[in-house]
């Protein structure tokens, strides 16, 4: 190719010129190559501020973060309680006149950050100096857990505990604020009451029931705090409460007894006005109470109750039709059935009319009177009248009473007088509520009830006449037999007496009893029931015998004489009673 043909191809392929400068011209302007380096030089320039914007928020995000944590206080109860939890109220609890027997007292509680500890021998060593009682083996395994964040070392401490705990300067010790439950009368009515754990819930008596009604609940989903509730008001009297409980631990002491309780119950409401077991304990220290005095043996005890199960068999046969007031019974000898003799114990050994039967609790005509009726009538009425069945009432601690799998002879006629069938006092009380009132059932409450509610869920177990036949024997027996001794000034009382020989190791004992005796005043227009009992007396009242006229006979008559006036029944003096007034 010649040359001539080389420049045309090459000219062809592009066009070189030079300016003035000898600078080539590849055909763009200047002003064009100009615009694209400055395009570039911006777009890196906004790259550049975009990276510096962005390091500059997240360490605006960190130092945000950081600045929260540092005025935040973590909450380092989260694995124990939450603090709402910590300060969540209870409801006062108040008996029936609003007087204060429950409430919520502010208090503090001992905790560790072991992972702030410096050296946890010297905190436990230090510690000691002000609560001596501290474990110091558990204490110092919690604050060497140098993993750990939290540790309680003692809930609830007083201020003067945490003022001299403050005042080491341990570090890595701190206080978190919570609620106690303090019970300003103490042992005046722990088994009514019950008690919380160390969390301030609910573990026995109306404190259960409290949580039950769903403040437990509530409290699971964290819907409490510590606004204050609306007390929870009670049927008892606490001014009747105090004298029940004092009547029965003075038995106890008295007569030497394993244990005694009482109750006095309105026949027409079913309210219960005061209870009481011993031994028992303080609602604010329960734990030095666990070994007897936990046991309500009121409701959650089931005993036999002697004789004061004649007043049930006679309702029966009378209610039946089978017997009146006017029958009679040969009581002269013994019955023997089954291997078993059955005897008197103040045997007259004769022919006793139905009043003289329950007058001298006579065993042999009580039998005779149940074997008119039949084993399948006797059943049937005792489970009537609430005997056979596990009473209802708002206290969780309510025992099922126990019976024969299957009932003979035999167990009729030893049920009659009150061997073979246990029941819980309180539950006998309520049944015998039921005959002097006019035949109605009326489970028991703790909780106010007016006469309208009770008559409401009242039934009928027995007719008005045989209601007003058992008032005249307890009546008779009140002032001619073995209750004579309950009497008290102004207040007709009726009542029956109840001695059981106590089962041991599957045996009946010959020396040891458990005594009951059931009263109702004024019997002429019957109020109010009380029911005693006494678990293995060793004297009874004045130097006599171990049986109920002489042990549980007197709780009942301190507790009518003492609770009759507060309760405002009127007194009716007759000429009866200047004997009365004379020896009082």
Sequence with gaps: MSFLSRIMVLKSKAHFSTDGNNRPNDGFSRSTFEGARKRKSSQAKSRVVLLVGSFIAIYCVIGGRLAQFAMTQPDITSSILPPDRLMASRPDIVDRNGALLATDIRTVSLFAEPNKIIDADEAVEELRK???????????????????????????????????????????????????????????AP????????????????????????????????MTNDQPL???????????????????????????????????????????????????????????????????????????MGSTFKTFTMAMALDDGKVTLRNAFDATNPIRIGGFTIKDFHGQRRVLTVPEIFQYSSNIGTAKIADLVGIEGHKEFLTRIGLLTKMQTELPEVKMPSQPRAWKKINSITISFGHGVSTTPLQTAVAGAALVN????????????????????????????????????????????????????????????????KVVNGRYSNTLNFNTFMAVFPIDNPQYIVMTFIDEPKSGERGGGTISAFTALPIARDIVARSAPILGVQPNFGKDDSALLASY
């Design 130 to 188: 002000v609560l001596p009682d501290l474990d110091t083996k558990s204490t110092y395994k919690k604050l060497s857990a140098k993993s750990s964040h939290f540790a309680w070392l003692r809930r609830q401490l007083t201020p003067k505990q945490q003022n001299q705990i403050l005042a080491l300067g341990i570090p890595g010790i701190g206080f978190r604020p919570e609620k106690r439950r303090f019970y300003p009368g103490g042992t005046t």
């Design 191 to 222: 088994h009514i009451l019950g008690y919380v754990n160390i969390d301030n819930r609910g573990v026995a008596g109306m404190e259960k029931y409290i949580d039950d009604q769903g403040l437990a609940d509530l409290a699971a989903a964290g």
């Design 230 to 304: 609306q007390p929870v008001k009670l049927s008892i009297d606490l001014r009747v409460q105090g004298i029940v409980r004092d009547a029965v631990v003075n038995a106890v002491k008295n007569f030497q007894a394993k244990g005694a309780g009482a109750a006095v119950l309105d026949v027409h409401t079913g309210e219960v006005l005061g209870m009481a077991s011993a031994p028992d304990f303080d609602p604010n220290y329960p734990n030095e109470g666990a070994t007897e005095g936990w046991l309500n043996r009121m409701t959650n005890g089931t005993f036999e």
């Design 438 to 501: 006019g035949g109605k059932l009326i489970e028991p409450t703790f909780l106010p009830r007016t006469r309208d509610q009770a008559d409401a869920i009242a039934k009928m177990v027995v007719k008005k006449s045989t209601s007003d036949d058992v008032r005249f024997l307890l009546e008779f027996n009140g002032t001619r037999g073995s209750g004579r001794n309950a009497r008290v000034p102004g207040y007709n009382v009726g009542s029956k007496t109840g001695t059981a020989d």
